[in-house]
């Protein structure tokens, strides 16, 4: 009747909470900054969606992770990100965010073809504001890992 679970299977179910509580306390974010613009400003633009994912094949995740209050940080920056005319004609931006085997940014690569000069500058600019991706428990190595920052105008 009763299943003993190995402390792996442990942190395993632990990290997979984690990441469920994560994804949640995100999609409660991007639901209550939409309201909230909508709200300000009807003639305003859609409010930015802000998403951190983990492009890396391991099944159960990143060894780092961003703190809950990433989120709010870059969508403080998004009218500087989207400020000149040339830019705001861009809806979606991907941005691929490489984090080193020590939980530092090491490096980000803007994926649009037409992200001008200035663009990409204020994107690395953004981007240094960051604080650093925290470890999540249950990794024994720390490998570096990209992510996929996709910020919407």
Same mark, same amino acid.
């Given at each position: 009747?009763?299943?003993?679970?190995?402390? %792996?299977? =442990?942190?395993?179910?632990?990290? /997979?909470? !984690?990441?469920?509580?994560?994804?949640?306390?995100?999609?409660?974010?991007?639901?209550?900054?939409?309201?909230?613009?909508?709200?300000?400003? #009807?003639?305003?633009?859609?409010? !930015? #969606? +802000?998403?951190?994912?983990?492009?890396?094949?391991?099944?159960?995740?990143?060894?780092?992770?961003?703190?809950?209050?990433?989120?709010?940080?870059? *969508?403080?920056? =998004?009218?500087?990100?989207? %400020?000149?005319?040339?830019?705001?004609?861009?809806?979606?931006?991907?941005?691929?965010?490489? =984090? !080193?085997?020590?939980?530092?940014?090491?490096?980000?690569?803007?994926?649009? #073809?037409?992200? *001008?000069?200035? +663009?990409? #500058?204020?994107?690395?600019?953004?981007?240094? /504001?960051?604080?650093?991706?925290?470890? =999540?428990?249950?990794?024994?190595?720390?490998?570096?890992?990209?992510?996929?920052?996709?910020?919407?105008?």
């Amino acid at each position: 009747m009763y299943t003993c679970l190995s402390n %792996r299977d =442990v942190m395993i179910k632990k990290f /997979q909470l !984690s990441v469920l509580i994560m994804a949640l306390a995100l999609i409660s974010f991007s639901v209550s900054a939409s309201v909230t613009s909508e709200k300000d400003d #009807e003639n305003s633009r859609v409010s !930015s #969606e +802000l998403r951190l994912h983990s492009t890396s094949d391991d099944v159960y995740g990143s060894p780092w992770e961003f703190p809950e209050f990433t989120n709010e940080i870059i *969508d403080s920056y =998004v009218p500087f990100i989207f %400020r000149t005319k040339k830019s705001a004609e861009i809806t979606e931006l991907r941005v691929i965010l490489s =984090v !080193s085997e020590k939980g530092k940014i090491a490096g980000y690569k803007v994926i649009k #073809e037409d992200a *001008d000069k200035g +663009l990409k #500058e204020r994107v690395g600019f953004v981007l240094r /504001q960051l604080p650093r991706p925290q470890s =999540v428990v249950g990794f024994e190595q720390h490998e570096s890992t990209d992510f996929l920052l996709i910020i919407k105008n």
